[in-house]
């Protein structure tokens, strides 16, 4: 079991730069591999990015390819999103997730992962 609690969202010009964290509690935070998603009103729940345990491996959304970084800080137990140049389309509440199996089920899908944080979000404002 792990407990995920996001943070950072908030209201930011187009072309401006959030960072978003995720604070796990639980079970060791090296065991999961981690992911962000992101769901606008009336659409689906997309996929973001994601890293594996030891941050040896990153996962992007082409959508954000260059623009997001990914990465954790096992010591602290968190995970992060560096965004920058925010466009209006980024606009949406922005989940962390974590499982421990996530790459083998399918780390770009919301089924690979069994724990889901409340949520933060993120408005890009014109």
């Known amino acids: 079991q792990v407990l995920l609690v996001e943070s950072g969202g908030g209201l930011v010009q187009a072309g401006g730069s959030l960072r978003l964290s995720c604070a796990a509690s639980?079970?060791?935070?090296?065991?999961?591999?981690m992911g962000w998603f992101r769901q606008a009103p009336g659409k689906e729940r997309e996929f973001v990015s994601a890293i594996t345990w030891s941050g040896g491996g990153t996962y992007y959304a082409d959508s954000v390819k260059g623009r997001f970084t990914i990465s954790r800080d096992n010591a602290k137990n968190t995970v992060y999103l560096q965004m920058n140049s925010l466009k209006l389309e980024a606009t949406a509440v922005y989940y962390c997730?974590?499982?421990?199996?996530?790459?083998?089920?399918?780390?770009?899908?919301?089924?690979?992962?069994?724990?889901w944080g409340q949520g933060t979000q993120v408005t890009v404002s014109s």
């Open positions: 639980g079970r060791t935070f090296s065991d999961y591999v």
């Open positions: 997730a974590a499982d421990t199996l996530a790459h083998i089920k399918g780390l770009r899908t919301t089924k690979a992962y069994d724990y």
